[in-house]
């Protein structure tokens, strides 16, 4: 799993939603994380995936954004923000098994086939009563 730098990772502090206290309107507690794909250090096939991701926090520039607002605390938001963003990253770095396609068994093949045509008895038997 690629860990991130620091260093491409952008904070900016903004003031959280909700109901709130006193503090809610001077304490700027929320977090926005900012995070340019096509610029970051992240392996090319890495960076393909996540852009062909649909998540609705990729914007169409390739920079992901994460809003962290569950924690009073502006450094806990950070973490809960760098966590967030480290498992979307770590979603996409484990490659999907590939479907080998195959072939249905000759037995169940034929019990298929015959189940159609139990069916197609029970079924014939459902009709009109003819004296």
Known sequence: MPTIPEAEIE???IRAQGAGGQNVNKV???IHL???IRASSLPEHLKERLLALNDQRITKE???IIKAQVHRS???NKDDARE???ELVASIAVL???RRPTKPTRSSQRK???TKVMRGQIKSTRGKVTE
Request: aromatic content about 8%; hydrophobic content about 40%.
């Open 62 to 64: 390739g920079v992901v």
């Open 34 to 36: 900012r995070f340019d």
């Open 28 to 30: 700027s507690s929320a």
């Open 84 to 86: 967030r963003l480290q």
């Open 11 to 13: 904070f900016t502090a």
């Open 74 to 76: 502006q450094e806990k």
């Open 96 to 98: 999907p098994r590939v």
């Open 112 to 114: 298929r086939v015959e």
